[in-house]
């Protein structure tokens, strides 16, 4: 049943998008408009026994009578992607309303779009967005393969195709995706926006500062966290400031974990520190920061932290809880 903070909505459409990519289009269960969004906006999905993952939106964000989702198919899955591919057109799913972590930017006067394989979803959402505005952008889309590339049709169709460059590894020479070229030459006003598997934003991300392209021009969203060393780990305890309890948090526990079993309520959504739903303010010292949702700078303030994967560099972290 849907609660004030989630809705029903029906899968009206299912289709094959590309190798191990399923598109879904979602209606609400009783016909009415969904509810407003703006380019780069992700939803959360309830899959059941507690399974929630957040999915981009794709579609033109002027479209109320649906919401547009592209599915990869993870052979690593955690349970979110097998749960979304075993559902069929019918089906009745609970999502939370929209939400953007990853907006364009409005005072920028050119976009670069650069996406990878399933990247492309929240990229698709903007294309349309600034093309609808008439703004200034180009996007460069990189995958495996033709047969690996979602949304071949509806890019190739769109009035805006001719600022769209594909670029496949199986390909020839000609068609390959110039990173160094494509971020040689940062500009005030050019804001960069990359989406998609974690070593191809890595690339991107660090060509791009070593080119010189300032913090506040690059825009970014990962899909999943990256693989942490916890070897070292220790035991370590949060004081709730508004309380004063004290909760251990012992080294095999997130804080996100100890935090539910004292039975303190925090939301927490995708537990890799990719989504900011559990962002806590820090009061009093060091997280040791192991998201991938904050900038670099973000992090350096230690003013805030992800409970769901990152933890204290000291004994004692202070939290505005």
């Not at 009783?30 to 939106?57: C, E, K, N």
């Not at 979304?84 to 930017?105: C, Q, S, V």
């Not at 948090?249 to 100890?258: E, F, G, L, M």
Request: net charge negative; charged share 20%; with cysteine.
């Amino acid at each position: 049943m849907a609660t004030v903070d989630t809705l029903q909505v029906r899968i009206a459409r299912r289709e094959t998008e590309a190798e191990g990519i399923a598109g879904f289009e979602l209606g609400s269960a009783d016909g009415t408009p969904l509810p407003a969004f703006t380019a780069g906006s992700h939803i959360d999905v309830m899959l059941g026994d507690g399974l929630i993952r957040q999915y981009s939106l794709c579609g033109h964000p002027a479209d109320r009578s649906r919401y547009r989702l592209g599915v990869l198919l993870d052979p690593a899955s955690r349970g979110g992607s097998r749960a979304m591919h075993a559902l069929a057109e019918g089906a009745t799913l609970t999502i939370r309303p929209p939400r953007n972590h990853f907006e364009l930017a409005a005072d920028a006067r050119s976009h670069l779009l650069l996406a990878g394989g399933i990247g492309v979803t929240p990229l698709l959402c903007m294309a349309e967005q600034l093309a609808a505005d008439g703004a200034d952008f180009t996007m460069h889309y990189c995958t495996r393969s033709p047969a690996r590339t979602a949304f071949r049709s509806r890019l190739a169709n769109a009035a805006w195709a001719g600022r769209v460059s594909l670029h496949h590894d199986d390909g020839d020479a000609a068609q390959a995706f110039d990173m160094k070229q494509v971020l040689a030459r940062p500009e005030a006003g050019i804001h960069l926006y990359v989406c998609g598997p974690k070593g191809f934003m890595d690339a991107v991300l660090a060509t791009a500062r070593g080119q010189g392209w300032p913090e506040a021009q690059i825009h970014y969203e990962f899909f999943a966290g990256a693989p942490v060393q916890t070897d070292a780990d220790t035991d370590f305890e949060v004081k709730l400031a508004k309380s004063g309890r004290v909760v251990p948090v012992r080294r095999d526990q997130t804080v996100a974990q100890a935090l539910a079993a004292a039975g303190v309520e925090l939301p927490v959504s995708c537990e890799q520190g990719v989504c900011g739903t559990c962002l806590t303010r820090v009061i009093d010292g060091t997280p040791d920061h192991r998201d991938m949702y904050m900038t670099p700078a973000e992090q350096a303030k230690n003013d805030q932290f992800t409970p769901c994967c990152s933890r204290s560099r000291g004994p004692l972290l202070v939290i505005d809880l």
